[in-house]
């Protein structure tokens, strides 16, 4: 059977075409914000609970721009797929972290010189950049 977890995330572009990402307490890589999906609850309203916590971002539901939905292997639990709801959030550089990041980082999208979850890498981030 396979292991998969759904889970809600943000893209978060501020004005100089920065996205902002995050890296958890104890994990090694970066990834975009977000969580997993309780049982009841929709990816818009579990995002906007994560950005939150995670953030201290207030953020309206009505706000979020769906990107799509995108698998890849989980960054930090093993064995495990992350199934991904991706919202692009309207971003005005206002985040702080919350108790469960250790730190916030701004990456160029198209260069990113963090380590990253392979779903920021290969799916997420490449939506920021801008179409030509």
């Not at 906007?48 to 207030?58: D, F, I, M, S, T």
């Amino acid at each position: 059977m396979e292991k998969v977890i759904r889970i809600a995330a943000g893209l978060l572009v501020d004005a100089d075409g920065l996205a902002l990402v995050v890296r958890k307490q104890g994990a090694a890589v970066f990834m975009q914000p977000g969580g997993k999906i309780e049982p009841g609850e929709s990816a818009v309203a579990a995002l906007a609970r994560e950005l939150a916590e995670e953030l201290g971002l207030a953020v309206a539901p009505e706000s979020l721009e769906p990107l799509g939905r995108f698998v890849a292997p989980a960054a930090n639990e093993p064995g495990f797929t992350v199934e991904a709801d991706v919202f692009r959030v309207p971003y005005a550089g206002d985040a702080w972290p919350g108790a469960e990041i250790a730190e916030i980082a701004l990456v160029d999208p198209a260069a990113p010189y963090r380590p990253l979850a392979e779903l920021s890498r290969r799916h997420i981030l490449p939506l920021a950049t801008p179409k030509a």
